[in-house]
């Protein structure tokens, strides 16, 4: 079914509500790598209570990235007539208001913002914005900002045009670097978190999408090159991070190794991560913004 501009812009997307828990934080550490290393007390910090109960509400940490998932919601795309198979995930923002609670119950509020016509024969960009409130105060937790791209649905006569400018990465060797292995079953791992998605499970529902076998989430990747951020751009401290943008360039396969490489320049963090198994970027343009 062809784009319908008018209507799609005028698309109401339903609220979501989520309540989650100390264990869906845990969960959430543990699909994008934390804790590879069980002994170290850093890594533990994400995925153990401190007061050793529990529910004990101790100081578990939260990773920032997670307020990809707390109100994930993609029942909506598959009634706008876009074919599934074919969408992409191209870039991703994340503003943070505050740290993200270890458990909470949230609303969610998502609208679609802009759509783009690349032309016939190529794709539709659609970027859509959520918000996501903390149920009891109302108060403004994150805002995410997604850009999709649909293959193949251009030239429904739409306005021409593109999302935010890309952020440049440094002309200059990697102040640091970190290399995560990922589980074969990363993705399998990940889509507890909520986003089901077939592309990422089913392997006949992926070569529909002309992809030889599932691939992992692009937010799962995401989380792997924030955590490595964490690690090493602010000694494990994720509180301090604020904003988070980055491009989804080429996807990873469960199993691969990500390799992330960051620059540090006062209070911004540039990244970008590739696959080392085939030296292929699959994240690009990457910024952390970080609070003193």
Known sequence: MPIDYDTLRKFRIPDVENTWTERDTMLYALAVGMAADPLDPRELAFVLERDGR??????????????????????WMYDTGIDMTKQLHGEQRIRLERPLPAAATVVGRTRITDIFDKGPGKGALMLFETEIRDKATGALLATTVSTS???GEGGFGGPAGSGPAPHPIPDRAPDATFDQATLATQALFYRLCGDRNMLHADPDYARRGGLPRPILHGLC???HACAAVTRQGCDYDASRIREVAVRFTRPVFPGETIRTEMWKDGAVVSFRSRVVERNELVLDHGKVTLVA
């Open 149 to 151: 791209y649909a293959q």
């Open 221 to 223: 990747t995401l989380g």
């Open 54 to 75: 529990p529910g004990g509400g101790g100081a578990l940490r939260v990773l920032p990235t997670m307020a990809t998932v707390l109100v994930w919601n993609d029942a």
